[in-house]
């Protein structure tokens, strides 16, 4: 008998690199949001300690995620996410309390011309929270993630060993060495702390409220500044854009920062200024190059499904307890704006020749010969993710196994190349990966799936082009940089193949017309009940 639950967030289950993989490689703004929900009380709290002005805090918290949305790359590579976001507040922090100082010595001066008057003095209390800070800081990368996870994000032992991928054992000899390395390193600044006193030190700031995300400009040049003095991104000298929405609020990064000071006010009274990432425009300038922006939904005289939790057949099933329950995420379906994620969506020539290749001379000259990247693919928590992968022909994929066991990959290609199959069947070990062939531009997706596990699933598409994408967990999609012109539409999910049916596989016509600001937001696109049966 089967049993079918209904689950509000199913993003709250994923780890953080499946979350900033998403984000990345599917522009997936809800994973993103997921992010800043788990890791918000962290930053803040390191921020609120290394700044003393409240406003100025806050700026510096909402700079941290603008770096994250930067630069995702950087956290998935580093040993955790929450360590290395650590770091970046600690940085912002640290380029925020420049230019407090700076602004505290000219309102001292004017003060003195008048009264020997000296600025507020911290307590005690916040000059050892301080130096703690700095001490983290300074720890090797894994003690300290292991020292973030379990007291400033107030994890479980058990909740830390899964996210940074450990043994509890490891957790634990890493978290000992830390705290006594830790206890050292204050020793020698003079600071002498009982276990639990060091313990509840370093916790106690991570509670506190954060502020919701409204960039500013003050904001944005403190994010710039952390990429100029020490994140290893180059900001150009335009304008950058990160083309991100959370709760409706897009971020930018301003331009390339000087060391005038930041536009900042102390006042509470006075609201903080909207970000506006660029001045307005002079004349009117018609842009050929436009972003492509909707969202796929599922049948509006249709019960949205629920998402069907695996219960028999299950090989191994005490490894899976600390991840149930198991899906099939074969269906995801937002429950209010009926949503579907992971539905392919691309352009293609208004032709009736499915064969025709897209016009090398209609892609935008940046992104016309790009380099061949290599996208991976999570084995974890009992998926893989993403489930469905979008790539440039050239592009190759590597299986990464995070897995408490070995899995293996069935890698089947619905089309062969000069008689050169890409097909394998590999087994991965823990903590292992494997990539395979370059990707050739595809009519049909290829599949992967585990043959032990076999509710993991997953599809990549690969095109000649660059115009596509899949959507997210609202069934948002975003093409940026098409070209103007008549186009055909196609959408396709595995649940059911192309939107219309089999007429569907050429894409719906759809005219993308030169605009002022280079946008074109089009109508929901709707699966009728005739393209997706009742269960």
Excluded at 29 to 40: I, N, S, T
Excluded at 380 to 396: H, S
Excluded at 513 to 524: I, M
Aim: aromatic residues 8%.
């Amino acid at each position: 008998m089967s049993v079918r639950v209904r689950l509000p967030n199913p993003l709250a289950a994923l780890d953080d690199r499946v979350l900033l993989s998403r984000f990345a490689e599917q522009h997936d703004q809800p994973a993103f949001e997921q992010l800043v929900k788990r890791h918000g009380r962290l930053v803040f709290g390191v921020c609120r300690r290394v700044v003393r002005d409240a406003h100025l805090a806050e700026d510096a918290f909402q700079a941290v995620f603008l770096v994250l949305a930067r630069n995702p790359r950087g956290a998935t590579e580093a040993t955790s996410v929450g360590g290395w976001l650590f770091g970046v507040a600690r940085r912002v922090g640290l380029a925020a309390r420049r230019h407090e100082q700076r602004r505290e010595k000219r309102e001292l001066k004017a003060r003195q011309q008048g009264a020997d008057a000296l600025p507020s003095p911290t307590t005690d209390f916040d000059d050892l929270l301080r130096v703690l800070d700095e001490e983290l800081g300074a720890l090797p990368d894994e003690v300290r993630a292991a020292l973030v996870a379990c007291f400033l994000e107030e994890r479980t032992h058990d909740e830390a060993a899964r996210e940074l991928g450990w043994s509890l054992s490891t957790l634990r000899r890493r978290v000992d060495r830390g705290k006594e390395l830790l206890r050292s390193r204050l020793a020698r600044r003079g600071v002498t702390l009982a276990l639990g006193l060091l313990t509840g030190a370093i916790a106690s700031p991570a509670r506190a409220a954060v502020p919701a995300l409204a960039p500013s400009p003050a904001s944005a040049a403190l994010a710039a500044e952390a990429f100029k003095r020490g994140i290893g991104a180059k900001l150009s000298a335009a304008v950058t854009v990160i083309a991100l929405a959370v709760g409706g609020i897009a971020f930018g990064l301003a331009n390339e920062p000087t060391d005038a000071p930041l536009p900042i006010t102390a006042s509470a009274a006075q609201p903080k200024p909207v970000f506006d990432v660029a001045p307005a425009p002079r004349a009117i300038v018609v842009k050929p190059w436009v972003t492509v922006s909707g969202r796929v939904v599922f049948p509006k005289d249709q019960a949205i499904p629920d998402v069907k939790v695996i219960t028999t057949g299950i090989k191994d099933a005490e490894v899976w307890k600390p991840f149930a329950p198991l899906m099939s995420e074969d269906v995801l379906v937002h429950a209010e704006n009926r949503g579907i994620a992971n539905a392919m969506v691309w352009l293609r020539p208004d032709s009736d020749d499915k064969k025709d290749d897209f016009p090398a001379e209609s892609i935008h000259p940046d992104l016309a010969n790009p380099k061949p990247q290599e996208h991976p693919v999570l084995a974890v928590r009992g998926q893989f993710l993403p489930r469905v992968l979008a790539a440039r022909a050239g592009d190759r994929v590597t299986f990464d196994n995070r897995l408490p066991v070995p899995t293996n990959v069935l890698y089947t290609a619905f089309q062969l190349d000069n008689g050169e199959g890409r097909e394998f069947n590999v087994l991965v070990g823990k903590g292992m990966s494997h990539t395979a062939k370059p990707l050739p531009a595809m009519r049909s997706p290829d599949t992967y799936t585990s043959s032990i596990y076999p509710w993991m699933k997953g599809y990549v598409w690969a095109f000649d082009h660059p115009y596509f994408a899949v959507t997210d967990a609202n069934g948002k999609f975003s093409i940026a940089n098409a070209p103007a012109g008549k186009w055909r539409l196609v959408v396709w999910h595995e649940a059911v193949g192309y939107l219309g049916g089999a007429p569907g596989k050429l894409g719906a016509k759809v005219t993308i017309p030169e605009s002022r600001d280079g946008k074109l937001e089009l109508d929901p696109l709707p699966f009728k009940s005739d393209d997706w049966p009742a269960p």
